[in-house]
């Protein structure tokens, strides 16, 4: 049983459907906000546990869980198979190992419409409270596609027609000189290493964030958060 931690967390988790039953913390000194979300759970059918704050200290570990959390059902998993529609915005990423800059990543990914996040078995960061708080509970909304080779996935979708776009400081072309209109999927490298060469071969294409300052790369989540932008602003000019 997984946990969903934190105000915003569990209120995501109730928005999303994935919530089984919510626990919040007894005479908090947060009560005001307590109260709302114990409202709000209840008035979607959701049971709610009054417990003191050693309980839920005990459950979440010590995390700071600002007087509530909830039982959650399993993540929203799908295969690559899933990620295929017409005008699909799909979002890979090349071993993203820092939980947070996974989290705001699937924030972003979530909030721009993308249709899936592709990342590998290995070599990424794991599905964690970390990861969920840094979402902000966006991870709740998501459609998540865990793959055993990254390339190989990219390979399926650029034979489902997707472009397959790595971000690449060394990419061939700006990507808002890019038609992004057709089902695309943005490739991110990991913090420190970039793109990894077999990654950067199953790619169609390579393409740059435009930069005119005197840094030459980005954190990764935000090179991602930029990139779902442009595809969303370019999409709604059309």
């Known amino acids: ?6 105000l915003q967390w569990v209120r995501e988790a109730i928005l999303a459907k994935t919530a089984e039953r ?13 109260d709302a979300l114990a409202r709000f759970a209840r008035d979607r059918g959701l049971p709610v546990e009054e417990v003191p704050r050693s ?17 959650v059902g399993p993540f929203h998993h799908v295969d690559v198979a899933d990620l295929v529609e017409e005008h699909a915005l799909v979002i890979a990423l090349d071993e993203i190992t820092d939980p947070h800059n996974l989290g705001a990543i699937v924030r972003s990914a979530v909030a721009f419409g993308a249709r899936g996040v592709v990342f590998p078995e290995d070599k990424s960061a794991p599905l964690s409270s970390a990861m969920g708080r840094a979402s902000a509970g966006a991870v709740e909304h998501a459609r998540l596609c865990r793959v055993h080779s990254l390339p190989r996935a990219l390979e399926e979708l650029a034979e489902a027609g997707f472009q397959v776009l790595g971000l690449d400081t060394a990419g061939d072309v700006d990507l808002d000189a890019t038609d992004l209109a057709g089902p695309t999927c943005l490739v991110v490298g990991s913090e420190g290493k970039g793109l990894r060469r077999a990654t950067r071969k199953a790619c169609t294409s390579g393409v740059r964030l435009p930069m005119n300052g005197t840094i030459a790369s980005l954190n990764a989540s935000v090179a991602a958060g930029i990139a779902l932008y442009e595809v969303v602003r370019q999409r709604r000019a059309h």
Do not use: P, Y
């Not at 049983?1 to 934190?6: H, P």
């Not at 626990?23 to 000194?29: D, H, L, N, T, W």
């Not at 839920?56 to 995390?63: F, S």
């Open 55 to 71: 309980e839920l200290d005990r459950r979440t570990q010590g995390d700071r869980h600002q007087g509530a959390i909830a039982n």
């Open 22 to 34: 919510v626990f919040v913390e007894a005479r908090s000194r947060e009560a005001q906000q307590i």
């Open 1 to 6: 049983m997984r946990l969903a931690i934190g």
